[in-house]
């Protein structure tokens, strides 16, 4: 199904590319139990690489073709979303009065992300603490990856959600 799973501290990351058309179709966490997989394109080993860069030092760039998705709101929240430095966060409804829409709008939008760390959702959270992640709420898995990646980026920030 993916055409590379990398390793992760948190799990694994799923990379699914359109390797004749030249592009990234979705990028996702998966639990450990998942098996890792070598790429197998010259698109999914770039795509593995950036990644693996990124979990090794937040500071690495990501330059990869993404598919043409989304509505044009969503692209609205993915670009602004871009612009959130590392390090820091947005509150949903922040981002939401930046690009002209609602809180909850920009949170569907933060969930329907295909490309999570390259398009960086992890950075938008709640007005009283970390919020969803990728249209899941809780302690489960998908939290877990969400603060593991705040504080990635930033420790004193994750220690504070």
């Not at 939008?109 to 960086?120: R, T, Y």
């Amino acid at each position: 199904m993916y055409n590379a799973v990398v390793s992760a501290p948190f799990g694994k990351v799923g990379i699914e590319v359109d390797a004749d058309a030249g592009f990234v179709r979705e990028i996702v966490y998966l639990e450990d139990s998942v098996p890792a997989s070598a790429p197998d394109s010259a698109l999914a080993e770039r795509a593995a690489r950036q990644i693996e860069r990124y979990l090794a030092d937040a500071a690495a760039p990501f330059d990869l073709p993404l598919a043409d998705v989304g509505t044009p709101f969503q692209r609205r929240v993915w670009q602004a979303m871009c612009e959130i430095p590392r390090g820091s966060v947005l509150t949903y409804g922040t981002l939401a009065q930046q690009v002209g829409g609602v809180a909850r709008a920009v949170g569907q939008a933060c969930g329907d992300n295909p490309f999570p760390l390259v398009i960086p959702c992890h950075r938008v959270v709640g007005a009283n603490g970390l919020g969803g992640f990728s249209h899941h709420g809780g302690d489960g898995f998908y939290p877990r990856v969400k603060r593991w990646l705040l504080a990635h980026e930033s420790n004193q920030l994750a220690l504070a959600l």
